[in-house]
């Protein structure tokens, strides 16, 4: 079992910056990949970015040499840089144990146009 709380989300101009940090309790020596995701109103939830134990990441497309994902042992945290209004939804921290996902409760982000 892993527990996740993530900070750091909230309203910010477009082309500004955010940090969002997750923080991880439990079984973390387990945990395989970290990462985040993000859902806006009406839409799906979606990759934004993860980080495997080993240090691979992986970016969606439209957030590619915005954001900037990193761990340090049980806290992970992504970067968001030049963010847009279209970057505005609820973020998800994801802890992934082999084939089993845990999910943080999801920090608002909005960028104001």
């Known amino acids: 079992q892993v527990q996740l709380v993530e900070s750091g989300g909230g309203l910010v101009q477009a082309g500004g910056s955010l940090r969002l940090s997750c923080s991880a309790s439990?079984?973390?020596?387990?945990?395989?990949?970290m990462g985040w995701y993000r859902q806006a109103p009406g839409k799906q939830r979606e990759l934004v970015a993860s980080?495997?134990?080993?240090?691979t990441t992986n970016y969606a497309d439209s957030v590619k040499g915005r954001f900037t994902i990193s761990r340090d042992n049980a806290e992970n945290n992504l970067r968001m840089v030049g963010l847009k209004p279209e970057d505005t939804a609820i973020y998800y921290c994801?802890?992934?144990?082999?084939?089993?996902?845990?999910w943080g409760q999801g920090t608002q982000v909005t960028v104001s146009s």
């Open positions: 439990g079984s973390i020596f387990s945990i395989t990949s």
């Open positions: 980080i495997t134990s080993g240090g």
């Open positions: 994801n802890a992934r144990i082999f084939a089993i996902d845990y």
